[in-house]
């Protein structure tokens, strides 16, 4: 099977410093991954590299047979991204912001307004649909970029931490949506570094620290792999060099002085 | 400079420390509180000052000089009352000046400012007394409002020194102090009104109108006060002709500074005395007892944000996202789908985004204070019956009128890029859109008929109706050129999209050479304009052509691509 998104040898800069140092990645349809990291990582970058928004990379990246280079815009009617921060225009309701978001997908408005109006309600947000969004909790920004992301009905979704402030039934449906979309034959890009959310929601699990990745395969592969720990134990042992339960002793010791 | 005036205002606030102590407050919390307090006051930019220039919050460090100036400005300003020859109108004028923009000064910065919710999260769950608490509260409240008061009052007392005598500037001083208190109970009372009156949700937007009005008032202070007091023969007035004027607080302080002044045994002046010291005691009485409670309640609700769950579920249909109008006024001007939803977003977020409104609609007010401003010279010049018979040259006031607007424009046009939500704007950067330049044409767009073509029905109308329809092809030319020339700036300025930027300083140079271009375009409409002004079918060919180009510009705003947007 053609992987669906291909990245080879993708290197990014900031300035000076480089953040990703080649990273390579084979995913195929319909898989969740969950590509975790500490602070730093490179996850974000990688994030918003896939959906088009920092051109200037090095490297091959091909999603559904296109070049992320040359194709971007078809790439992005492919996509639905959820970023990592509530970021929205807050002065507007859920309805306008995801009609503007219907526009520039080219959604007829029909089509736009039932979708929202429908999935809205699933998130627990009809009521809200016309308040503007200065007054909204963390977690209802969250839900409203959560149907941001899927009212195209997107291909491929990268989720940037969507679990971030939210309540744990709306986690709930989250993880149900993901599983749910999955079997629908949509690829999933979860970015996040709650492990234990990971370890339950995707198939292969990426994990990658200073700009490379540094395991890749399902929970049980990596478990082969690295010994039977879970994932948080994997997870430190590869990304952290000292002891972390080091770090609390000697918050202890200061606050004792 | 300023820390150590924040130094000295420190040690000046703290000179009774003995005093508070016997009243339980607890001294090096006190101090180390006012201290961040004050450190903050100097970081924090001014309601007035924000709307002037394009500085951001971050480089701010001394926000109290440049408050402090700002006040000596004012109070200079007010010194036109002085041209009033009776004492009881000169003193009402000059204190009612005082109570308005001293009102304004505090009702803009009091919630970020004087009663700081964040308190509650930071203060108060350390182990302090509330004597202490209070006693920070109350001296920073002090603090705050001596550093306008002061500077502002400064002119009058050297200009009472001077023209009245050295005794009236004295009695001038605790006149003042009343008049402060009363001002602050002021406040009180309209921040309370506004906040019973509307949700907490609306209160932030009320006081960004409050804010905006202000910076209107203070210009238009400046540029009409001198003028009207130099020409007409107002000085002369008194107001203690009428009997209303009781109903003024101003004239009770101006009376009762009389009565210190002259000691003459005058009924009123005894009356305007007693009023104005009993109506502060009793205010500030009010204040404590019954304002500061509700006030602190009601405020703590606008910051948590808990409010919105108590607003009932909209009923309101599906069907009407966008209002009416602005959707048929989408269909009429935009072409496609992503064009249009540009053209109703930026509709939206023009009357909603408080920093957009800060910037651009104390603009308008200024043009208005110009254009009254003309209006009052041309009236003084011409008669109005010269303008009405036609023997009056009519081309310079109509053609700046008309050409005024695209003014307006420019000032819109130039702060649409900028957003305090700036990254939300990932959002057109993720959309799979073949040229950026339909957001922002439908952006443009929107502004246009929403700032442009009001003023342009207005004018048309009203010029048709005074003068009469001969006026049609001038006017018709007129506002083409406006949306030409809006066009060519929107082309030019617009390298962003829409409400996707840091609101960044602009520099002197970039400045100037903005103004520049703005003269020659408007120069090469304006001036052909005016020598074709009386050729109607000249001007009509005209008219196609500029409407032509305007298309054409348009259509090439719609082709910016994503390699010629600047970051």
Redesign the interface.
């Known amino acids: 099977m053609e992987p669906i998104i291909s990245i080879k040898n993708l290197y990014k800069n900031y300035g000076k410093k480089e953040v990703l140092k080649g990273i390579n990645l084979d995913i195929y349809p319909g898989q969740v991954i969950g590509y975790i990291g500490p602070n730093g990582a490179g996850k974000s970058t990688t994030v918003k590299i896939l ?3 920092l051109p200037d990379y090095r490297g091959e990246v091909i999603i559904k047979g296109l070049n992320l280079k040359t194709d971007s ?5 492919l ?1 639905g ?1 959820v ?1 990592e ?1 509530a ?7 859920p ?2 912001f995801l ?11 029909e089509t736009t ?1 039932t979708r929202m ?1 429908k999935i809205l309600a699933a998130l627990d947000l ?7 969004m ?4 963390k977690g209802m920004k969250q839900k409203v970029l959560i149907a ?1 992301a899927l009212i195209h009905n997107p291909e491929i979704i990268i989720l940037d931490e969507p679990l971030n402030g939210l309540d744990a039934n709306t986690v709930i449906i989250i993880k149900h949506l993901i599983s749910n979309l999955a079997k629908e034959g949509k690829t999933i890009f979860y970015c996040s570094h709650m492990m234990d959310i990971v370890e339950k929601v995707s198939e292969k699990i990426v994990l990658i620290n200073d700009g490379r990745v540094v395991a890749n395969g399902t929970f049980l592969e990596l478990k082969d792999q690295l010994g039977d720990k879970s994932l948080e134990q994997m997870f430190a042992g590869l990304t952290s060099g000292n002891s972390l339960s080091g770090a609390a002793e000697e918050i202890i010791l200061a606050m004792n002085q | 400079m300023s820390k150590h005036l924040t130094k000295f205002i420190l040690w000046f606030v703290l000179l009774p420390a003995s005093l508070y102590k016997k009243f339980g407050v607890e001294i090096p919390k006190l101090k180390s509180i006012l201290n961040a307090k004050l450190l903050m006051d100097d970081r924090r930019v001014n309601g007035l000052y924000k709307t002037k220039s394009g500085q951001h919050d971050h480089n701010v460090s001394s926000a109290t000089l440049i408050t402090m100036f700002i006040s000596l400005i004012m109070g200079a300003v007010f010194l036109t009352a002085f041209t009033f020859e009776k004492d009881l109108t000169c003193f009402t004028v000059y204190f009612s000046f005082v109570i308005i923009i001293l009102s304004l000064f505090l009702i803009t910065d009091f919630t970020q400012v004087l009663i700081d919710v964040k308190d509650n999260y930071i203060i108060l769950p350390k182990p302090i007394r509330a004597n202490t608490f209070i006693a920070t509260r109350l001296l920073h409240i002090f603090i705050h409002v001596s550093k306008i008061v002061i500077p502002m009052s400064l002119p009058a007392l050297i200009m009472i020194g001077i023209t009245r005598s050295v005794w009236g500037a004295f009695s001038f001083i605790p006149i003042m102090i009343l008049l402060t208190t009363f001002t602050l109970f002021l406040v009180n009372a309209i921040y309370l009104f506004i906040l019973k009156i509307f949700s907490p949700e609306k209160f932030k937007s009320i006081i960004t109108s409050v804010q905006i009005v202000f910076a209107i008032v203070i210009y238009g202070s400046f540029q009409l006060m001198p003028r009207m007091m130099n020409e007409s023969g107002l000085n002369e007035a008194d107001i203690t002709d009428y009997t209303f004027i009781w109903l003024i607080p101003s004239y009770w302080f101006a009376g009762a500074w009389k009565f210190i002044y002259s000691f003459t045994p005058d009924m009123n002046l005894m009356i305007c005395a007693l009023l104005s010291v009993a109506v502060p005691i009793v205010s500030i009485w009010l204040v404590i007892k019954y304002f500061a409670p509700a006030f602190q309640n009601k405020l703590t609700l606008i910051s948590s944000g808990s409010s919105s769950k108590q607003i009932k579920a909209d009923t309101q249909d599906i069907t009407n996202i966008h209002p009416g109008y602005s959707l048929l006024l989408a269909k009429i001007f935009t072409q496609n789908v992503a064009e249009r939803g540009a053209f109703l977003f930026t509709w939206k977020m023009t009357t909603r985004s408080r920093d957009f409104k800060m910037k651009v609609y104390p603009q308008f007010g200024y043009l208005i204070v110009i254009i009254a401003l003309m209006f009052y010279r041309s009236v003084s010049h011409h008669s109005i019956n010269a303008l009405l018979d036609g023997t009056a040259d009519i081309r310079i006031p109509l053609l700046t009128l008309i050409y005024l607007s695209s003014f307006i424009l420019l000032g819109a046009i130039t702060q649409l890029p900028y957003s305090e939500n700036f990254n939300a704007s990932w959002l057109f950067h993720t959309s799979p859109l073949k040229n950026p330049g339909q957001i922002i044409s439908g952006s443009i767009k929107a502004t246009i008929v929403k700032f442009c073509l009001p003023i342009i029905l207005f004018v048309m109308l009203a010029s048709i109706s005074v003068i009469g329809t001969q006026l049609i092809p001038n006017l018709l030319f007129g506002f083409v050129n406006t949306m030409l020339i809006s066009s060519i700036i929107g082309r030019i300025m617009m390298n962003k999209l829409p409400f996707s930027s840091p609101r960044k300083n602009m520099s002197e140079g970039q400045n100037t050479a903005k103004g520049f271009f703005m003269l020659f375009v408007f120069g090469a409409c304006a001036i052909p304009h005016y020598f074709l002004f009386n050729f109607n079918w000249v001007i009509s060919i005209f008219t196609i052509i500029s409407a032509g180009g305007t298309h054409m510009v348009l259509q090439s705003i719609k082709n910016i691509s994503w390699s010629e947007l600047k970051e």
């Open positions: 959906c088009g928004l815009i078809q790439i992005k009617r996509l991204y970023p921060l970021e929205l225009y807050e002065v507007l309701t309805a306008e009609s503007l978001v219907g526009d520039l997908y080219e959604l007829p408005p307004k109006e009809k009521d809200n649909l016309h308040q503007r200065d007054t909204f909790s941001s």
